[in-house]
């Protein structure tokens, strides 16, 4: 049984460019949340998707959007990349959005130089 | 700001040893906690949780300890191996409205388990 997988695992990217991270979530589960781990930090939450919509949302700016598609994967988009933007990107998925249950991936170390 | 906080950013126990990890909250709300262990260039793994109308749960080689009054957790584990070197994170979840739950994290505990 697949665990969360995301991709790529590692990215560089230079500032200004927009970026897309990508999750597929673990078998059985329908909702999505991402996180942004910045360097020796907690991971911060930035919005989770179910149904297709976003149902809630961090205190991100509008750069950062995502998608979720009909098979619950789901994608992360980042626009006008910043420095600060450098993290781990942490995808978590569970089963809907009234649950205790998250399931983590490794994430997606982007730098942004 | 954040509302789960760690009292110790860094913690250095010797093999077969007992360590205790600390977190303070600050959200009377919150319903459930959770603590995860995160190694280097992984995600956050679950360890144990616990639901806010209970004071103690135990699972193998770890307890949690809930304490409402003072609106403190601790994660106690027991004969500390080198393998439980890792990050942990004391995490809390809150309804952020109708069916909505959202799971906040707190700054994490360095935990070294020297050999």
């Known amino acids: 049984d697949a665990g969360v997988t995301q991709s790529p695992t590692h990215l560089i990217k230079t500032r200004g460019q927009q970026v897309t991270l990508r999750c597929s979530p673990k078998?059985?589960?329908?909702?999505v949340s991402w996180y942004q781990q910045a360097l020796g930090q907690g991971p911060q939450f930035i919005f989770q998707?179910?149904?297709?919509?976003?149902?809630q949302r961090g205190n991100f700016p509008d750069r950062f959007s995502g998608h979720q598609f009909p098979n619950y994967s789901s994608e992360l988009n980042v626009n006008a990349l910043l420095l600060g933007d450098s993290a781990l990107y942490l995808c978590?998925?569970?089963?809907?959005?009234?649950?205790?249950?998250?399931?983590f991936g490794s994430g997606t170390r982007l730098t942004v130089v | 700001g954040e509302s789960v906080g760690l009292h110790l950013p860094t913690l250095s126990v010797q093999e077969g040893d007992n360590s205790i990890i600390n977190c303070a909250y600050s959200?009377?709300?919150?319903?459930?906690f959770i603590w995860y262990k995160q190694e280097s260039g992984k995600g956050p793994q679950f360890i144990i949780d616990?639901?806010?109308?209970?004071d103690k749960r135990q699972g193998q080689r770890v307890t949690v300890l809930l304490n409402k009054t003072v609106k403190h957790l601790s994660l106690q584990i027991a004969a500390t191996q080198p393998g439980d070197s890792a990050v942990y994170f004391c995490?809390?979840?809150?309804?952020?409205?109708?069916?909505?739950?959202?799971?906040?994290f707190g700054k994490g505990t360095l935990l070294t388990v020297n050999p």
């Open positions: 978590a998925s569970s089963e809907g959005t009234a649950t205790y249950g998250y399931t």
């Open positions: 078998s059985g589960h329908d909702t």
């Open positions: 998707y179910y149904e297709e919509e976003e149902r």
């Open positions: 959200n009377s709300a919150s319903d459930y």
């Open positions: 616990i639901r806010s109308n209970m």
């Open positions: 995490a809390e979840i809150t309804n952020s409205g109708g069916s909505n739950y959202k799971l906040t």
